[in-house]
C-alpha cells in the first residue's frame, strides 16, 4: 500500500509538473501565432508529425507567406498536442491508480476521475479551438481548461503527500480562521475571473490596445467600446453583427482586464499580508505576496515592452504559478471544499490527524 501511494504520489506531481510546461507552451503558441500551424485535428494536414507532411506545408507557406501555416509554426503546434496527450495518458493513469486506493483517504479517486472528464474536455476545446479558427470563447475556455487541470492535480499532490492543515485553532492575530478561509476562497475566485479577462484579451489581440502605463491613451478613463468587448459568440476579429471589432472594443478588453488586476491584486495583497501575520502560514504568505509581485512586475512590463514574446509567455506562467500557490493557501487554511470535485475522506488519516494536533499546540 505504501509503495503504490509513493508512486501515486510521484506521478501526480509529475503530471503537474507537466501541465505547467503544456499551460505555458499552448500560451506560447498561441502568442506566436503558430496556433492554426496544423489546421486539422488530430493530426497535420492527416499525417502523424509535420515532417510527413512537409510537402504540404511548404506549398501552402509558399502561397501565403504571411499566413498561418510554415514548417516551425506546425512543429510548435504539434509539440503542444504531443505534451497534451502525453499528460492524457498519464491522468487516466493516475485515475486508475487512485481507484486501487481508494481505501486510502490520501488516493481522493474521485477528484482523480474528475480529472480525467476534464481532460477529455480538454481534448474537445483544443480540437474546436483549431477547426472553429480560433474563436475567442473556445481559446479563453481551453486556457482555463488548463489551469483547472493544474489546480486539481495540485491539490491531489498536496493530499498525498500528507500535508498539514494547521489553521484549525483561533488566531492570535484576532481574525479567525473561518474569515480567513472565506477571504482566500474570495481571492480565489476573484483571480480566476482575472485570469479569464487576461485569456479574453490575450485570444482578442488586445493586449497591445493600450500601450501607456498607467493610464491608456493618456486618459484613466480611455474611450471604450464595452458593449462589443465581451460578446461571447462571435469570430475572432470581429463583432456579433459580423464587423471588425474596433480600436475601441480592444481598448475595453484590455483596460478591464487592468481595472481587474487591481481588484484581485488588491485582495490578493490583502490575504497575503493577513497569512504573513500568523506563524503558522508565513511562508505560504511570503510566497503569495512573491508570486503575485512577479507577476504585476511581469503585466506592467509586457506593456512598456510592446510584448515581447518571452514576457509574455513568462506572464501566463505567473498566472498558472498563481493557481498553484492559491490551492496551497486554500489547502493550509483546511478548507480544500473551495475547490470543485474535491472527495469528502473515507476514513481520517491517523498520521494526519496526528500533524494536525502539533500544529494547533
Known amino acids: 500500500m505504501r509503495r503504490g501511494l509513493r508512486l501515486y504520489r510521484r506521478l501526480a506531481l509529475g503530471a503537474l509538473l507537466l501541465t505547467f510546461v503544456v499551460v505555458v507552451f499552448g500560451a506560447y503558441v498561441r502568442l ?59 491522468i487516466i493513469v493516475i485515475a486508475v491508480l487512485a481507484w486501487r486506493l481508494r481505501d486510502n483517504p490520501r488516493a481522493a479517486p474521485g477528484v482523480a476521475l474528475a480529472l480525467v472528464g476534464v481532460v477529455i474536455f480538454q481534448g474537445l476545446l483544443g480540437k474546436w479551438t483549431v477547426t472553429l479558427l480560433l474563436k475567442p470563447a473556445i481559446v479563453t475556455a481551453h486556457l482555463l481548461g488548463g489551469l483547472t487541470t493544474l489546480a486539481l492535480l495540485a491539490w491531489l499532490v498536496l493530499r498525498a503527500s500528507g500535508a498539514v492543515q494547521p489553521m484549525a485553532a483561533p488566531s492570535h492575530a484576532g481574525r479567525s480562521p473561518r474569515r480567513l478561509q472565506l477571504g482566500a476562497r474570495l481571492a480565489f475566485s476573484l483571480l480566476i475571473a482575472q485570469i479569464a479577462l487576461g485569456g479574453w484579451t490575450s485570444t482578442n489581440y488586445a493586449a497591445l490596445a493600450c500601450t501607456d502605463f498607467p493610464t491608456c491613451h493618456g486618459s484613466f478613463a480611455p474611450e471604450a467600446d464595452y458593449a462589443n468587448a465581451f460578446h461571447v459568440v462571435r469570430e475572432l476579429g470581429m463583432t456579433a453583427d459580423g464587423e471588425l471589432l474596433s480600436n475601441a472594443a480592444l481598448t475595453a478588453i484590455h483596460w478591464s482586464h487592468r481595472i481587474g488586476a487591481l481588484v484581485a491584486g488588491g485582495a490578493l495583497l490583502l490575504l497575503g499580508g493577513a497569512l504573513c501575520r500568523r506563524r503558522a502560514t508565513f511562508d505560504v504568505g511570503v510566497v ?35 493557481v498553484w500557490v492559491m490551492v496551497w493557501v486554500n489547502f493550509r487554511l483546511g478548507a480544500p471544499r473551495a475547490l470543485p470535485f474535491v472527495a469528502a475522506q473515507r476514513r481520517p488519516d491517523p498520521a494526519l490527524a496526528m500533524a494536525i494536533e502539533e500544529g494547533r499546540s
Open 32 to 90: 506566436a501565432d503558430a496556433g492554426l500551424g496544423c489546421p486539422d485535428w488530430p493530426g497535420c494536414y492527416g499525417k502523424l508529425t509535420p515532417a510527413h507532411a512537409a510537402d504540404v506545408i511548404r506549398d501552402v507557406h509558399a502561397a501565403a507567406p504571411d499566413g498561418p501555416v510554415s514548417l516551425p509554426k506546425a512543429w510548435k503546434e504539434m509539440i503542444h498536442r504531443y505534451l497534451a496527450a502525453s499528460l492524457g495518458l498519464l
Open 288 to 322: 503569495l505576496l512573491a508570486a503575485l509581485a512577479l507577476q504585476v512586475g511581469l503585466g506592467i512590463a509586457n506593456v512598456l515592452l510592446s510584448l515581447p514574446l518571452p514576457l509574455a509567455a513568462a506572464h501566463n506562467a505567473g498566472a498558472a504559478l498563481l
